[in-house]
Nanobody
Framework: QLKLVESGGGLVQAGDSLRLSCQAS????????MGWFRQAPGKEREIVASIAPSNITSYGSDSMKDRFVISRDNAKRTVYLQMNSLKIDDTAVYYC????????????????????WGRGTQVTVSS
């Protein structure tokens, strides 16, 4: 059974850093793209970053690309999201996600193709 468990969230001040982790089990982790999403109160869920099996990455916005780094450790079956220079607007529940199937190792799935979700970890950034 596929399972994703996020950790690393918390309450931080603007300008601080956090590293989120997502421990995966129940599937061939190294063959799957992985993604991080977030959802703030009253807003739709949005993609933060994704990483292909080949380590090709993509970010949801230029602001995320400038401050966040997604990475993976296949031996540990873990995907990370390093978040630097956090802003109040980064406050959200952050979710780890896996797509519906294995794709080409260089392929980054669309948001709709992510169908497996963790329970999320809360990140709160205060001023």
């Amino acid at each position: 059974q596929l399972k994703l468990v996020e950790s690393g969230g918390g309450l931080v001040q603007a300008g601080d850093s956090l590293r989120l982790s997502c421990q995966a089990s129940g599937f061939t982790f190294g063959r799957y793209a992985m993604g991080w999403f977030r959802q703030a109160p009253g807003k739709e869920r949005e993609i933060v970053a994704s990483i292909a099996p080949s380590n090709i990455t993509s970010y949801g916005s230029d602001s995320m690309k400038d401050r966040f780094v997604i990475s993976r450790d296949n031996a540990k079956r873990t995907v990370y999201l390093q978040m630097n220079s956090l802003k109040i607007d980064d406050t959200a529940v952050y979710y780890c996600a896996a797509p519906n199937m294995m794709y080409n190792i260089n392929y980054l799935p669309t948001q709709r193709q992510y169908v497996h979700w963790g329970r999320g970890t809360q990140v709160t950034v205060s001023s």
